[in-house]
């Protein structure tokens, strides 16, 4: 089953803003990574000390089908930062082959961000702009 959420962007009060909406909504955060648990690798910048305490994913669930996911953006990804415009669509497929077919034909005419790839994380992630704005991602295990 093809599952959609929506992914929310911060300027660094993403932790602020999920522990609110905890709050609101109940549960338990099902994942809360932050960008000092990224392995070190030669063709990522050094992530100061101060940015490496922001959230670099989190997961609530909603729902048994939804939840609401979020992180900061740090660095050059802070730059473009707009509120209002902070959100992305996030698909998780069931096939690496779905996320293909839905990565290759949301993204034509639009700005591919992260290739489909095999991420550190282990899932098949890519990230892009389609040709009306829109962020989303796409996702498979």
């Not at 996911?69 to 497929?93: H, K, L, P, R």
């Not at 069931?94 to 700005?111: I, Y």
Request: glycine content about 8%.
């Amino acid at each position: 089953m093809t599952t959609v959420n929506i992914y929310l962007n911060f300027s660094g009060n993403c932790e602020e803003a999920f522990l609110f909406y905890k709050s609101v909504f109940g549960g338990e955060f099902s994942y809360l990574g932050r960008f000092k648990d990224i392995p070190k690798q030669e063709d990522l910048p050094e992530i100061s000390s101060e940015d490496g305490e922001k959230i670099l994913h989190v997961t609530l669930p909603i729902s048994k089908e939804t939840s609401l996911m979020g992180c900061d953006n740090i660095g050059e990804w802070n730059e473009a930062y707009q509120q209002g415009n902070n959100f992305s669509v996030s698909v998780t497929t069931d096939s690496r082959e779905e996320a293909d077919r839905l990565f290759q034909e949301l993204s034509r005419e639009g700005q591919v961000q992260v290739p489909l790839a095999l991420a550190f994380w282990g899932d098949y992630y890519g990230q892009f702009t389609d040709k009306f704005g829109i962020n989303w991602m796409i996702i498979s295990d």
